[in-house]
Nanobody, 121 residues
Framework: QVQLVESGGGLVQAGGSLTLSCAAS????????MSWYRQAPGNERELVAL???????QYIDSVKGRFTISRDNAKNTVYLQMNSLKPEDTAVYYC???????????????WGQGTQVTVSS
């Protein structure tokens, strides 16, 4: 079992910055994929940023150039640095982990509890 604890959400003005943290209960190097999702009221949950174990990163088009996902293996923590925030970034942000054991028959996924990000205009 992997526990994910998120923090760092809050209220900021448009153009401001926030950094979200996701602390994992295991060595995150053992987690194949870590990512951030977000969900606004009435909307579907969408993938925002993906960090595979190989160190690469992928982003949804609307946040490219503004958001950065990173891993700190020493702290077992994944971050989402959010700059130049826009009101449309307002949502609950969720940390997500996928683990694929070598030789296993299935993958395992885990979710954090979510943290609210509100961007005022």
């Amino acid at each position: 079992q992997v526990q994910l604890v998120e923090s760092g959400g809050g209220l900021v003005q448009a153009g401001g910055s926030l950094t979200l943290s996701c602390a994992a209960s295991v060595n995150i190097f053992s987690i194949n994929d870590m990512s951030w999702y977000r969900q606004a009221p009435g909307n579907e949950r969408e993938l925002v940023a993906l960090s595979p174990r190989d160190g690469s990163a992928q982003y949804i088009d609307s946040v490219k150039g503004r958001f950065t996902i990173s891993r700190d293996n020493a702290k077992n923590t994944v971050y989402l640095q959010m700059n130049s925030l826009k009101p449309e970034d307002t949502a609950v942000y969720y940390c997500h982990a996928v683990k694929r054991p070598i030789g296993g028959l299935r993958e395992y996924e885990y979710w954090g509890q979510g943290t609210q990000v509100t961007v005022s205009s």
